[in-house]
Each structure stands twice: as C-alpha cells, then as structure tokens.
C-alpha cells in the first residue's frame, strides 16, 4: 500500500495556512480534477479523492490538530479513514460544491445521462464527399408517462424519512462525526412510494430513437462524430449524454487513398506507352482525359492536381496520383507476329550498336 501523502503537500499550502487559504487552495483543485471535467482518467480520479481527504481533514480543527501531532497514524486512531468513495465526498462537501460549481455536489456524478456509441459504415464516396445518414439508436430516454418524474399518476415524492431530505445521515465514529450517503434515498433526499408502472420509478424507459448523421467530406477511417445531447436521458432532469459515431470506410475497386490524395494504377498497351495517346480515365468527379506522353515507361506517374480527397479542414482537395501499368498481349494474330518480328529486327540493329559503343568495339 503506498504512503500517503503530506495533505498540506497535496492542497500546496503551508503548515500555518489559514481556512480561506486552504479553500481557495482545494477549490483550485476541485475545479481542476473534477471527475465530470475529466471522464474516464484515473488520474485525475485520484487526485480528485486525495484532495478531498486533505480538505476534510485541514478544515476540520480537531482533525487538523491531531493530524499535526500525530500524522496519518493519529487520525487512523481516532477513526478517520476517509472517503469511501465518490458518494461520500459529494455528499459530505454538497454545499462546498454547491458554491463551486452552482450544483448540488452530491448529484453532480448523476448530472449527465451515459454517453453512447454507434459504429457507421461508409461507402469510399460518401466518405470523400459528404452524406447524411439516418441510424436508429436504442437508448434509455425519458418516461412519456411520467414526464421523467418517475412517480405513478396523480403522485408525488416523498421526503426520505430515514434522513429527512439532506441525502446523508450522521453517526459518530471516535472523536468525528462521519457523514453517509443515505442507504435509503441513496443521496436524493426523497423516496417514491408509487413508481410509474412505466418505468419502474427510474424516470427513463429504453427506446429506439432515428438519429440524422451529417458526415463532412474528407472522413476516413477511425473519425469520430459527436452528437451532442443524443446519448442516454439523465434521471432527475439532469443533462444528456453524447453519442459518437465511429466511421469505417469500405475500400474502393478502383481508388486507394493515402491522406486526401487518391492512388490508382492505369493499364495502357505498349503501343499507347511506345507511341503516346489520350486516354480517358475515371476521377471521384467524372471522367478525365490523360496525355500520356510518347515513350511512358512502366510505373510512371502521372498527376491530376485538386482530384483527390476533400480536406477536413476546408484546405481543398488532394490531388489524384496514377501509376502506368504496361499490358503485354499475349495472343497476337500472324500479322501482328510478322509486324513485331520486324520491329524486334531494327530494335535488335540499334541495341547491338549501343553495346558495342559500350564495349569498345567498332559497330
């Protein structure tokens, strides 16, 4: 188990720092590792619960005292052991955190409704151009009923009668008095005697819900979309979660792309590479003519500028890159033999001469 921590270390003050420093000082750090600020970091997590230990205990005189005297071991032995969890540090700072951030700081882990994911796949142009899709997402939402109250018709709430509507109760534990989430009301003050036969007194019933995606020209595989609000429904009135939309692009039969420019290979016969001719070749905008020039050898490259992939970030377009690929026939009609024969014959005179200037040898 690791050793903890100085607690004037942890909120940065000094051992004579009086209660408004060590408030300014926690707040600093409330406000900075607030878990809803930061979902899903354990980190953060952590320093949020060790700042809310240090706090508890430096704000607390007799607590304080003997944390001065004895150290972690003194407050171990009059029964302090700190939090719990999360509930119990909402529930022990809910008007520090009221202060702080202008909620309830009991309720501020249940503020929001989950987020959500959904996984969309696109088809190579619709990812480069843009689209707009309608997917149907099954969530939790809030109760038609009982318009989210979760209370059957013609009911109301009713104040917890365990801890008489603060949300925690109180039991004395050696020299300190600890505060609990209630095990009742499980810190919402109140308790429903009637639940909605809708949904059971949560408030939020699951539902199949259509969903418009807009997705920008210029997404590839692996974007994420957020939807903001379009997650699941929070109880009590809270805020809704987002849902993100995961992208996976099929692949082209024709184009492959490599950022915002695309890539293709264009089969020519060795007549059109030998001699030159204007082609017409595909785009992700239509068809385009290619020159290709006289004597392209296998591999060349050849470049349309500004046909390729929209940028994300509206800096226009890649550009189209195309590899030449040589086609060799192979069935060929005599005339075709005699003619190649032929050409083999005056290539063969010109390769022979270049050889022998190569060697040393007269032609």
Do not use: W
């Not at 704000?59 to 302090?80: A, E, M, P, V």
């Not at 151009?129 to 979760?150: A, H, L, N, P, T």
């Not at 039991?171 to 003050?189: A, I, K, L």
């Not at 785009?283 to 060349?300: A, C, I």
């Amino acid at each position: 188990m690791a050793e903890k921590r100085c607690y004037y270390e942890i909120l940065g003050v000094s051992r004579d720092a009086d209660d408004n420093q060590i408030k300014a000082a926690y707040r600093k750090m409330a406000l900075k590792y607030h878990p809803d600020r930061n979902p899903g970091d354990q980190n953060a997590e952590e320093s949020f619960k060790e700042a809310a230990e240090a706090y508890e205990v430096l704000r607390d005189r007799q607590k304080r005292s003997i944390y001065d005297q004895y150290g972690h071991n003194g407050l171990s032995g009059s029964g302090f052991t700190g939090f719990s969890g999360f509930e119990d540090i909402f529930s022990s700072f809910g008007d520090i955190f009221e202060e702080f951030f202008g909620i309830r700081g009991r309720r501020s882990r249940g503020a929001r409704g989950a987020d959500l994911r959904y996984d969309l796949t696109l088809e190579f142009m619709e990812a480069a151009f843009g689209v707009e899709k309608e997917i149907r997402v099954r969530k939790r939402d809030v109760c038609q009923q009982c318009s989210g109250s979760g209370c059957a018709p013609d009911t109301t709430p009713e104040t917890c009668r365990y801890c008489g509507g603060a949300g925690q109760v109180a039991r004395n534990q050696g020299f300190f008095t600890v505060r609990t989430t209630c095990p009742y009301c499980r810190g919402e003050g109140r308790t429903i005697p009637h639940p909605c036969p809708e949904c059971k007194g949560l408030g939020l019933c699951e539902k199949e819900k259509k969903v418009f995606v807009r997705v920008p020209a210029g997404v590839d595989n692996g974007s994420r979309l957020r939807l903001t609000g379009e997650g699941e429904a929070a109880p009590q009135g809270g805020l809704p979660g987002d849902l993100y939309v995961f992208l996976r692009v099929k692949d082209h039969d024709f184009f492959q792309r490599d950022g915002t420019n695309v890539l293709c290979q264009i089969p020519v016969s060795f007549v059109q590479a030998a001699l030159g001719d204007d082609i017409t070749v595909p785009t992700l905008s239509g068809e385009r003519t290619l020159k290709l020039r006289k004597g392209t050898q296998p591999n060349d490259i050849y470049t349309f500028p500004r046909e390729g992939i929209p940028s994300l970030k509206g800096n226009g377009r890649g550009d189209q890159i195309m590899q030449i690929q040589v086609k060799i026939p192979t069935n060929i009609n005599k005339k075709q033999e005699d003619l190649l024969q032929e050409f083999a014959r005056l290539e063969d005179k010109k390769i022979s001469t270049r050889l022998k200037k190569i060697l040393g040898k007269d032609a």
